[in-house]
């Protein structure tokens, strides 16, 4: 048992895996741990994340839309500060300050400089990538070693600048970060294998000692450049590509730490997570891989292909095992939920918009419905996409790739996500008496327009230091 009543969390968020992945998802490579959790717990079939990497894990940690941030995308210029202002309070935090002990293993991508980095935004320890694993693949290339490091240098990231390669990073809390290793395809294969080793350890150790944890574990499956750990390349019968071998890859970590878990001896006061960051597909695509019956894929904003994404919950004896939900959830919804659970609503801010809804009694089966009820879905550019109502989607603006333009049709799209999970029939278009839900997006327009009215939003790199408005008012 842990030392307080709120019970320890685990938090596992893959990279750039599909709904349609896992096994229990329909997935065709065979997942047996993965399904096995989900069996003991609830399984979300209406979950949805954010665009792409870095606003998807600030909204999980801060509880906040990320365009509220500053952190609606993935940084492309490296001489420009991006990431989480030291200002933001992180779920870390507020389990660190409840007497939490915290650390984060794998991939973090919300701030590449000193302030902004996981030990400065409550964890006690952290091991892994500062970015992202692109960053892999740079020494591969001979432009990148003759002109970026000799002739063009810009700092990537903390000590990464002049004749120096990407490197993993550690660090504890109130010291600098270190030089942990090279990052580059040498170890890619090996990468989720060494942050589940560290995340284990840590696991069993704090747990011995007694003290409850949150230990945050972002894999770096499957996002390219992509090489499978050698236990797994070509090594079933059953299996023909790299993305079915990277599956059973994950499954087999997931095992891990949950075997973990058992061997400490806290599995039924654990609460367990495992969810992706955002879809398969499209550039960001290693071969195979599925979105399942959703429409689009990673850049096909704003339809669902692009950012429903699975999630699965467990907590022996709290959260209703073998139940599945189409109930909505979304990954702001973390921070309020899990504060809840551990019993430290007080602690979350007042100071600020928080858009996460307290989801913890749904999770726990007390209500039979989720307080969530729409989702706000901005673009790379902080602009609005789309509203999702319930089944309902209103969409504002769309792009069919990376390649091709945002596009702002003359009339909004509207779709019934419960009988056209493709988006193919615009209702409006054929059933103008559906108007009505243009008024029900609107209220929730209207709604988020008056809060930055109250609190503007942070922009990209400012050192924000708070707002000038009563505590109370938030």
Request: net charge negative; glycine share 10%; proline share 7%.
């Given at each position: 048992?842990?030392?307080?009543?709120?019970?320890?969390?685990?938090?596992?968020?893959?990279?750039?895996?599909?709904?349609?992945?896992?096994g229990?998802?329909?997935g065709?490579?065979p997942?047996?741990?993965?399904d096995?959790?989900?069996?003991?717990?609830?399984?979300?079939?209406?979950y949805?994340?954010?665009?792409?990497?870095?606003?998807?894990r600030?909204?999980?940690?801060?509880?906040?839309?990320?365009?509220?941030?500053?952190t609606?995308?993935?940084?492309?210029?490296?001489?420009?500060?991006?990431?989480?202002?030291?200002?933001?309070?992180?779920?870390?935090?507020?389990?660190?300050?409840?007497?939490?002990?915290?650390?984060?293993?794998?991939?973090?991508?919300?701030?590449?400089?000193?302030g902004?980095?996981?030990?400065?935004?409550?964890?006690?320890?952290?091991?892994?990538?500062?970015?992202?694993?692109?960053?892999?693949?740079?020494?591969?290339?001979?432009?990148?070693?003759?002109?970026?490091?000799?002739?063009?240098?810009?700092?990537?990231?903390?000590?990464?600048?002049?004749?120096?390669?990407?490197?993993?990073?550690e660090?504890?809390?109130?010291?600098?970060?270190?030089?942990a290793?090279?990052?580059?395809?040498?170890?890619?294969?090996?990468?989720?294998?060494?942050?589940?080793?560290?995340?284990?350890?840590?696991?069993?150790?704090?747990?011995?000692?007694?003290?409850?944890i949150f230990?945050?574990?972002?894999?770096?499956?499957?996002?390219?450049?992509?090489?499978?750990?050698?236990?797994?390349?070509?090594?079933s019968?059953?299996?023909?590509?790299?993305?079915?071998?990277?599956?059973?890859?994950?499954?087999?970590?997931?095992?891990?730490?949950?075997?973990?878990?058992?061997?400490?001896?806290?599995?039924?006061?654990?609460?367990?997570?495992?969810?992706?960051?955002?879809?398969?597909?499209?550039?960001a695509?290693?071969?195979?891989?599925?979105?399942?019956?959703?429409?689009?894929?990673?850049?096909?904003?704003?339809?669902?292909?692009?950012?429903r994404?699975?999630?699965i919950?467990?907590?022996p004896?709290?959260?209703?095992?073998?139940?599945?939900?189409?109930?909505?959830?979304?990954?702001?919804?973390?921070?309020?939920?899990?504060?809840?659970l551990?019993?430290?609503?007080?602690?979350?801010?007042?100071?600020?918009?928080?858009?996460?809804?307290?989801?913890?009694?749904?999770?726990?089966?007390?209500?039979?419905?989720?307080?969530?009820?729409?989702?706000?879905?901005?673009?790379?550019?902080?602009?609005?996409m789309?509203?999702?109502i319930?089944?309902g989607?209103?969409?504002?603006?769309?792009?069919?790739?990376?390649?091709?333009?945002?596009?702002?049709p003359?009339l909004?799209?509207?779709?019934?996500?419960?009988?056209?999970?493709?988006?193919?029939?615009?209702?409006?278009?054929?059933?103008?008496?559906?108007t009505?839900?243009?008024?029900?997006?609107?209220?929730?327009?209207?709604?988020?327009?008056?809060?930055?009215?109250?609190?503007?939003?942070?922009?990209?790199?400012e050192?924000?230091?708070?707002?000038?408005?009563?505590?109370?008012?938030?």
């Amino acid at each position: 048992m842990t030392a307080r009543n709120g019970p320890n969390v685990v938090f596992i968020l893959a990279d750039n895996v599909g709904w349609g992945d896992w096994g229990c998802y329909g997935g065709q490579t065979p997942t047996p741990r993965i399904d096995a959790l989900a069996s003991e717990g609830t399984r979300l079939t209406n979950y949805t994340v954010e665009a792409q990497c870095t606003p998807t894990r600030s909204a999980i940690l801060t509880g906040r839309l990320p365009v509220r941030s500053g952190t609606t995308q993935v940084p492309l210029s490296p001489s420009t500060p991006y990431g989480l202002c030291p200002w933001e309070y992180t779920l870390a935090e507020l389990l660190s300050d409840a007497g939490y002990a915290t650390a984060a293993y794998g991939k973090w991508h919300l701030g590449a400089v000193e302030g902004r980095l996981p030990t400065d935004h409550g964890f006690d320890e952290w091991w892994g990538l500062m970015n992202t694993t692109d960053e892999a693949g740079y020494t591969q290339y001979a432009g990148y070693n003759n002109l970026l490091k000799d002739k063009f240098p810009l700092p990537l990231a903390i000590g990464m600048g002049v004749g120096e390669s990407p490197k993993l990073w550690e660090a504890n809390k109130g010291r600098k970060a270190s030089e942990a290793g090279d990052l580059d395809m040498k170890v890619r294969p090996f990468l989720d294998e060494m942050i589940v080793e560290r995340a284990t350890r840590y696991i069993k150790r704090r747990a011995a000692a007694g003290q409850p944890i949150f230990t945050y574990i972002a894999f770096t499956h499957v996002h390219p450049p992509e090489a499978v750990h050698p236990d797994f390349h070509r090594k079933s019968g059953t299996r023909l590509g790299l993305y079915a071998d990277i599956m059973a890859e994950m499954d087999h970590r997931v095992g891990q730490i949950l075997d973990a878990i058992e061997a400490a001896g806290i599995i039924e006061d654990t609460v367990v997570v495992l969810s992706s960051d955002n879809a398969t597909g499209g550039v960001a695509a290693v071969p195979g891989g599925s979105n399942g019956p959703w429409r689009g894929d990673f850049f096909t904003l704003p339809y669902e292909g692009s950012y429903r994404v699975p999630a699965i919950v467990r907590w022996p004896g709290k959260i209703p095992a073998d139940r599945v939900t189409n109930n909505m959830l979304s990954a702001v919804d973390w921070m309020p939920t899990l504060a809840a659970l551990a019993g430290e609503t007080t602690r979350i801010p007042t100071d600020r918009p928080i858009d996460g809804v307290d989801a913890s009694a749904f999770l726990t089966g007390q209500d039979r419905s989720s307080p969530r009820q729409s989702v706000l879905l901005f673009g790379l550019d902080g602009k609005l996409m789309s509203v999702k109502i319930s089944y309902g989607k209103v969409v504002f603006r769309y792009a069919d790739g990376i390649d091709s333009p945002v596009v702002e049709p003359m009339l909004p799209e509207v779709y019934d996500l419960s009988s056209d999970p493709g988006e193919t029939y615009n209702l409006l278009y054929t059933r103008m008496d559906c108007t009505w839900i243009l008024f029900v997006a609107g209220a929730v327009i209207a709604s988020y327009q008056e809060s930055i009215a109250k609190y503007p939003n942070i922009e990209t790199g400012e050192d924000f230091k708070g707002y000038k408005v009563p505590r109370e008012a938030g």
